[in-house]
């Protein structure tokens, strides 16, 4: 059973940067889709940013474009969300996800992934 670990989150101004992590076990990044998706209070839980499963396809949301980098590292059995230029609407849980059934592309919907990690909580707040 695959499992994710989330790591990273905290309480930044808004303009700030955060680096999440997510960290799997017995993990070929390559046999699996990633994701980041987030859920604030009283919403729905939303797709971020996704990968593919060899890495040169992803897929962000519109509200993130320009501002997150999601990338995996393979060597390190990790997935990272780079975070910049965060805004108050940012703030949440975010979570990882894993999925093998996508090979070539990725989907930012939450109901297509398996393998879940348990969040680590986003604040950003002045």
């Known amino acids: 059973q695959l499992q994710l670990v989330e790591s990273g989150g905290g309480l930044v101004q808004p303009g700030g940067s955060l680096r999440l992590s997510c960290t799997a076990s017995?993990?070929?990044?390559?046999?699996?889709?990633l994701g980041w998706f987030r859920q604030a209070p009283g919403k729905e839980r939303e797709g971020v940013s996704c990968?593919?499963?060899?890495?040169?396809?992803?897929n962000y949301a519109d509200s993130v474009k320009g501002r997150f980098t999601i990338s995996r590292d393979s060597a390190k059995n990790t997935l990272d969300l780079a975070m910049n230029s965060l805004k108050p609407e940012d703030t949440g849980i975010y979570y990882c996800?894993?999925?093998?059934?996508?090979?070539?592309?990725?989907?930012?919907?939450?109901?297509?992934?398996?393998?879940w990690g348990q969040g680590t909580q986003v604040t950003v707040s002045s």
């Open positions: 996800a894993a999925e093998r059934k996508s090979i070539l592309d990725c989907s930012r919907r939450p109901g297509e992934y398996v393998f």
């Open positions: 990968i593919s499963r060899y890495g040169p396809y992803t």
């Open positions: 017995e993990f070929n990044p390559d046999d699996y889709t």
